[in-house]
């Protein structure tokens, strides 16, 4: 099985930055996909970016430009830096390990992230 723990979230002015952690452990070899989601109150829970294990990435559009995401494979983790965060960026952020063919493996608990305006 494999465990994650989220890390890193909080409450920031619209502008701000804040940078998002996952500690994977456990059967972390099965792991090709490492992604982050959020869900905002009333909404369905989105993609927000993906990294595989060979270091490819994908972003959704509106985060595009703002967010990064890396992986430290040493470290098993999984990081999520926001830039210039906006309202709409407030949600619960989401930890996610996928498998080949996007099978689910785990997903971490949550962490908030409030951005005021």
């Known amino acids: 099985q494999v465990q994650l723990v989220e890390s890193g979230g909080g409450l920031v002015q619209a502008g701000g930055s804040l940078r998002l952690s996952c500690a994977a452990s456990?059967?972390?070899?099965?792991?090709?996909?490492m992604a982050w989601y959020r869900q905002a109150p009333g909404k369905q829970r989105e993609l927000v970016a993906t990294i595989t294990s060979g270091g490819s990435t994908n972003y959704a559009d509106s985060v595009k430009g703002r967010f990064t995401i890396s992986r430290d494979n040493a470290k098993n983790t999984v990081s999520l830096e926001m830039n210039s965060l906006k309202p709409e960026d407030t949600a619960v952020y989401y930890c996610?390990?996928?498998?080949?063919?996007?099978?689910?493996?785990?997903w971490g608990q949550g962490t908030q992230v409030t951005v005021s305006s």
């Open positions: 996610r390990a996928a498998g080949g063919y996007d099978r689910d493996i785990a």
């Open positions: 456990g059967s972390i070899s099965s792991i090709y996909v």
